[in-house]
């Protein structure tokens, strides 16, 4: 039982981490557990913990688990979520299951270079979205590869998303002015809105929502200030560094 509880928190961790929603884990280790036997299970997840009990033969069981980093990861999400749903069919051991979960945990993400491009194309899009030109697409392209080369570095050295958030939409102001002086760039609010796209936290906003409406009212509400902290970081530097702007070059 001890074996079988391991695993299944093992794998919402995983779902956690990759930025899944919290009944989404719960439901996971619900049928983890149960399909490998144990007679009761509950479980109650927060974004950043998992605490899982189980009944079996009179004896309770519980884990509590902490979860420090999140990110974003749809595949190992869609992975941990098939292999879940498919442990009769294949016949899977406790053991054979906790190496498959190893394998997908550790399994390898896009290259950084694919990573950074995309994300500075998807920078670009934006821009062109939001009424921007061409010029503009170029700036928000060069910005957008700045920023997500940040967020990786900062990511690697855990650095508070607060103060990477803030740096970044303090560089992105920066840069899209110099660019429009530099007649790179047509428009500095479509460069930088393009740019800023990057940041914003599309994906928490969701969760909060549906975390709310599945009735993790505690979940939907941790991650709705967690977008809201996010949303104010992104103000807090694009801010400052058009101020820093205005003070330097008298103007935009």
Not at 56 to 81: A, F, M, P, Q
Not at 161 to 168: E, G, K, T
Not at 208 to 233: K, Q
Request: proline residues 1%; contains cysteine; charged residues 15%.
């Amino acid at each position: 039982m001890n074996e079988i509880l391991q695993v299944a928190t093992f794998a919402g961790q995983i779902i956690l981490e990759s930025g899944g929603e919290t009944y989404r884990v719960e439901d996971t280790i619900l049928r983890i557990c149960k399909t490998f036997g144990a007679e009761q299970a509950e479980s109650f997840v927060t974004p950043t913990g998992i605490m899982t009990s189980i009944l079996h033969k009179g004896e309770i069981y519980s884990l509590t688990k902490r979860v420090v980093s999140r990110t974003v990861d749809l595949n190992k999400i869609d992975k941990v979520n098939d292999l879940s749903r498919n442990i009769l069919s294949r016949n899977l051991t406790v053991d054979q299951f906790k190496e498959e979960l190893i394998k997908i945990n550790e399994g390898e993400r896009y290259s950084s270079m694919v990573t950074l491009f995309f994300s500075a194309f998807g920078a670009g899009s934006c821009a062109i979205l939001f009424g921007g030109t061409i010029k503009d697409m170029f700036s928000a392209f060069i910005i957008g590869l700045l920023i997500r080369l940040i967020t990786l570095k900062g990511n690697e050295l855990r650095i508070n998303f607060f103060f990477i958030n803030v740096i970044s939409g303090a560089l992105t102001a920066i840069l899209a002015v110099i660019l429009q002086k530099l007649g790179l760039a047509s428009g500095i609010h479509q460069t930088i809105i393009g740019s800023i796209m990057l940041l914003v936290p599309g994906l928490a906003i969701t969760n909060a929502i549906r975390d709310t409406i599945a009735g993790d009212l505690v979940s939907g509400l941790t991650r709705a200030a967690e977008a809201f902290f996010i949303a104010i970081s992104i103000a807090v530097g694009t801010g400052a560094g058009l101020s820093i702007c205005m003070r330097v070059l008298g103007g935009i």
